[in-house]
């Protein structure tokens, strides 16, 4: 079964620094996707930067970008310039495919990160 | 765009009753999955409606069942309420992308406490 894991319960940045939240995961198929989900105190998940594994080049949203080594099983997010507004809980999230192609969204969730931002 | 509408945002029922959560997915969209999320915990997933069918379904009694109408909306049933259901339900939507890639879109959530 697929699993997702992040050891970070808690990690905390200094306004205008750079942090990166770690996952790692667990599964046996070749193609996937994953995910970063931020959750701000509102409840409403939040998509952040998405990276199908078939494509070697990482993703990268503006000052979000991802870390995805295919072979460890590991897709580390990186914040650049770290705002107020990133304050939240940080979910990684791994996204198995159709047998005939596509996303499931049966979305397979780690435990979170609960980012701090300190002014 | 109103995106995923789920309500009511809040509930509170006793132990033994039998609760309805509603969700309205994103315009255009036709899958809807549901979730739960336990205080301090990722969301699990708990099924997905498609074309008005179960098309895949997490670990979760059969208390929880669902149904999605024509317009695609989607309903949560949970029969029985045990103290453990005490959670967030969340519901997103589903848009097909390019290349057969799908985004899910989320809403807001319905918490429910179960006393």
């Known amino acids: 079964a697929q699993t997702v894991t992040q050891s ?11 942090v990166t939240l770690s996952c790692t995961y667990d599964t046996s198929e070749s193609d996937y996707y994953l995910f970063w989900y931020k959750q701000p105190p509102s409840r409403q998940m939040i998509l952040v930067i998405r990276q199908e594994a078939y494509k070697q080049q990482n993703a990268t949203e503006n000052r979000f970008s991802v870390n995805f080594q295919k072979a460890a099983k590991s897709f580390s997010l990186k914040i650049s310039d770290s705002q107020l507004g990133d304050a939240a809980m940080y979910f990684c999230a791994y996204n198995p495919l159709l047998v005939y192609g596509g996303a499931t969204n049966k979305l397979i969730f780690g435990t979170g990160t609960l980012l701090a931002v300190q002014p | 765009d109103a995106g995923v509408t ?6 509170i029922k006793t132990r033994g009753q039998q609760v309805t959560l509603r969700c309205s997915p994103k315009s255009g969209h036709d899958t809807v999955s549901w979730y739960q999320q336990a205080l301090g915990q990722g969301p699990q997933f708990i099924f997905q ?12 009694p059969d208390r929880f069942s669902g149904h999605q109408f024509p317009n695609y909306s989607s309903e949560l049933n949970v029969n029985a309420l045990l103290l453990g259901d ?12 390019e290349g057969g890639g799908t985004e899910a879109f989320f809403g807001q959530g319905t918490r429910l406490t179960v006393v």
């Open chain 1, 8 to 18: 970070q319960p808690e990690m905390s940045v200094q306004e205008a620094e750079t």
């Open chain 2, 6 to 11: 789920q309500s009511p945002t809040h509930l």
């Open chain 2, 86 to 97: 005490s959670a967030l339900y969340l519901c997103a939507s589903s848009l097909d992308l």
């Open chain 2, 49 to 60: 409606y498609y074309e008005e069918e179960e098309r895949q379904r997490g670990n979760f």
